[in-house]
């Protein structure tokens, strides 16, 4: 339960250890906090403003900055800002491979299922190690205003992100040094924002329209006793405000007869372009003409214009919300409410259409920015006790998973998720032939499995002979109401299976849970610094399997020399593998990858493609 205290800053009481609510976005961040009144609220750091665009810039001195100071890098530096990270949050590189020309920066390009990572000089910096940086700001900032240090927080991701997006949203707020709650959809916190879903009586179907900077999504949601279900989601992941801001731009261009082949060489001029546009969108809000001048450039344009050149655009995103419907199995007639989120929805055109399309009116009281975080604020208060009106639900006190490769903790049913629930996932194997898969399953928040609580452990046994990567091991696990976990492996190509039951609550008081709670707080750190370090051997010692069984096999079709320059890549990563720091092994892995992708383009060996996929748990 929440303690009472007095801040000494300001003189007023507040509950001990607040819990902040934190949009983290594409384009822009932002934190809320629930106030001793009981009003949600967006923190607003004194001249800093609510929202922190979602940018952060490596200086050459190795400074780095977050937010405003990092988005005027954009243009300047543009290898070194990285902007839009949360579209590389969890994913791989396949996932990622039809629009890495989107990026600016250096997305490592290594043709496997392993994580994206960054190159920043000769650093290399995964996506959660760059959101976490936001985070931090978004902490401190929270901190600065609050005079009070905030280690807990809820963190909203889109109704679409996967196990593997969510996960790294976790791990991304823990090396931030922040306790994450729990991770919410954001249009459960825009519904939440606007009390829809607080009266547990109260059966709904909503519509949730989400217009962001690049972004665009609909979430249609079903909320009955307090508990939000996705019903159907659609939307496009290239389509938001900035199209706004380019269509204006390109009008200007036009109308200017700027020549397009000098606007490419004329970075600067093209980045006033767009930002005047921008300010142009944005000022339609109450004017309906915009006329202003860069240099000798007319930047004229009237509101009508500006509604025909997005016309196709916000159709696009009508044409979404009919899918979604038609997904969920319903009709117009079927939504009650609906509600608009995205500094994109302040144009008047987009809500004008949306209202239309579903027949009713929006709710767009609040600020459409800043609605996910204020939901978010109140869904840790929610967390916190602090509300005697809702239910809390019951809920698991401690994370669920496996061990994976270098003993890692790969965590199946994260902590605090509502009971009953069941949740899944697919490993594979990591050696030719491997017919045997110990699966260990552990409780607690630390990375290493080491430090959990050991549950189970058991063989799936009889997995046919298989070139490694090929097996396909589904791990389900299934926690029902009276807290009895039941763990299913089987592997699916050949439909051996194995199964387990355990209690995870049996034999553990509520206060060794506080114990392991805190422990993961305290050892946050060094724990990511570890798993990063295990992960970047794990995918070296991959890497020298592959390319050493690769060799052998296809030694015909390579020279002599390229034979000998792999084998001294090979070498110096085996010898960084056991004492260097996770970007020594990182830049290793990178130079053997550039050098060895020809090879495997001329032969395109299957086996080997294969193997280079998928997640291992160790033989
Ligand atoms: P995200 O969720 O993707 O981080 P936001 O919800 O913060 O993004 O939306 C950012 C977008 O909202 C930008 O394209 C910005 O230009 C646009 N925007 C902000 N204010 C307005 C306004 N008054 N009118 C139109 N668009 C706006
Ligand atoms: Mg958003």
């Known amino acids: 339960m929440a303690k009472v205290s007095i801040n000494l800053a300001?003189?007023?009481?507040?509950?001990?250890?607040?819990?902040?609510g934190i949009d983290l976005g594409t384009t822009n961040s932002l934190v809320a906090f629930i106030d001793p009144d009981n009003t949600p609220k967006v923190i607003n750091d004194t001249g800093k403003g609510v929202l922190v665009p979602s940018v952060v810039h490596f200086g050459a001195g190795g400074e780095i900055a977050v937010g405003n100071e990092a988005k005027n890098y954009l243009v300047t530096d543009p290898q070194n800002t990285i902007f839009s990270v949360k579209r590389l949050l969890g994913r791989s590189y396949h996932d990622i491979e039809n629009y890495q020309d989107f990026f600016s920066y250096k997305v490592i390009d290594d043709d496997t299922e392993s994580l994206v990572k960054i190159k920043v000089g000769d650093k290399f910096y995964t996506p959660i190690e760059l959101s976490s940086l936001i985070l931090k700001e978004l902490k401190s900032r929270a901190e600065h205003a609050l005079k009070t240090p905030v280690n807990r927080a809820v963190i909203t991701v889109p109704a679409y992100f996967n196990d593997s997006q969510r996960q790294a949203t976790r791990d991304a707020g823990k090396l931030a040094g922040l306790d994450v709650l729990r991770i919410v959809n954001e249009p459960t916190a825009a519904s939440l924002a606007y009390g829809i879903g607080l009266n547990p009586d109260e059966t709904k179907t909503i519509a949730v329209y989400d217009l962001g900077g690049g972004t665009f999504d609909v979430s249609i949601l079903q909320i009955q006793n307090g508990i939000f279900e996705v019903l159907s989601t659609n939307g496009d992941t290239f389509l938001g405000g900035d199209d706004f801001d380019r269509a204006i731009a390109d009008y200007w261009v036009e109308k200017n007869q700027i020549d397009k082949a000098e606007l490419v060489k004329n970075r600067e001029l093209a980045q006033q372009l767009r930002l005047k546009a921008e300010e142009a969108k944005k000022a339609f809000a109450y004017q309906s003409l915009v006329n202003e001048k860069i240099g000798d450039i007319w930047c004229t344009i009237d509101r009508n214009t500006f509604n025909e050149l997005i016309l196709s655009k916000v159709q696009q995103t009508i044409d979404c919300c009919r899918n979604a419907l038609k997904d969920a199995g319903l009709t117009i007639k079927d939504i009650d409410e609906v509600v608009m989120v995205g500094g994109?929805?302040?144009?008047?055109?987009?809500?004008?259409?949306?209202?239309?399309?579903?027949?009713?009116?929006?709710?767009?009281?609040?600020?459409?920015?800043?609605?996910?975080?204020?939901?978010?604020?109140?869904?840790?208060?929610?967390?916190?006790?602090?509300?005697?009106?809702?239910?809390?639900?019951?809920?698991?006190?401690?994370?669920?998973?496996?061990?994976?490769?270098?003993?890692?903790?790969?965590?199946?049913?994260?902590?605090?998720?509502?009971v009953p629930t069941k949740a899944g996932r697919q490993y594979t194997t990591s050696v030719d032939g491997q017919a045997n898969m110990k699966i260990a399953v552990y409780q607690g928040e630390r990375d290493l499995v080491k430090e959990n609580r050991k549950l189970a452990e058991f063989d799936l046994k009889g997995i046919p002979a298989m070139p490694a990567g090929l097996p396909k091991v589904d791990i389900n696990f299934l926690l029902n109401a009276d807290g009895i976990l039941k763990i299913q492996a089987m592997e699916l190509r050949s439909g051996v299976k194995q199964e387990v039951e355990v209690t995870p609550t049996y034999g553990i008081t509520d206060d060794q849970v506080e114990q392991m709670l805190m422990d993961s707080i305290t050892h946050a750190k060094d724990d990511v610094a570890q798993r990063m370090l295990i992960e970047a051997r794990t995918e070296g010692e991959q890497m020298v399997?592959?390319?050493?069984?690769?060799?052998?096999?296809?030694?015909?079709?390579?020279?002599?020399?390229?034979?000998?320059?792999?084998?001294?890549?090979?070498?110096?990563?085996?010898?960084?593998?056991?004492?260097?720091?996770?970007?020594?092994?990182?830049?290793?892995?990178?130079?053997?990858?550039?050098?060895?992708?020809?090879?495997?383009?001329?032969?395109?060996?299957?086996?080997?493609?294969?193997?280079?996929?998928?997640?291992?748990?160790?033989?």
Not at 10 to 20: A, F, H, M, P
Not at 367 to 382: F, H, K, R, S
């Open 545 to 619: 399997y592959t390319v050493e069984r690769f060799m052998q096999k296809n030694s015909e079709y390579l020279t002599v020399a390229e034979i000998g320059d792999t084998m001294k890549l090979v070498n110096a990563l085996k010898a960084v593998l056991v004492g260097g720091d996770k970007d020594t092994i990182h830049k290793h892995i990178d130079e053997l990858n550039e050098f060895t992708r020809p090879f495997a383009e001329r032969l395109m060996d299957h086996a080997v493609s294969s193997a280079m996929k998928g997640k291992n748990i160790s033989g």
């Open 10 to 20: 300001t003189g007023s009481l507040q509950k001990e250890d607040i819990i902040v």
């Open 344 to 418: 994109s929805t302040r144009t008047a055109l987009v809500k004008k259409m949306v209202a239309d399309f579903f027949e009713r009116e929006v709710h767009d009281d609040l600020n459409p920015d800043e609605v996910v975080a204020l939901g978010a604020a109140i869904q840790a208060d929610i967390l916190a006790g602090n509300r005697r009106d809702i239910l809390l639900l019951d809920v698991t006190p401690l994370s669920l998973g496996i061990e994976t490769m270098g003993g890692l903790m790969d965590v199946i049913i994260p902590r605090n998720s509502k």
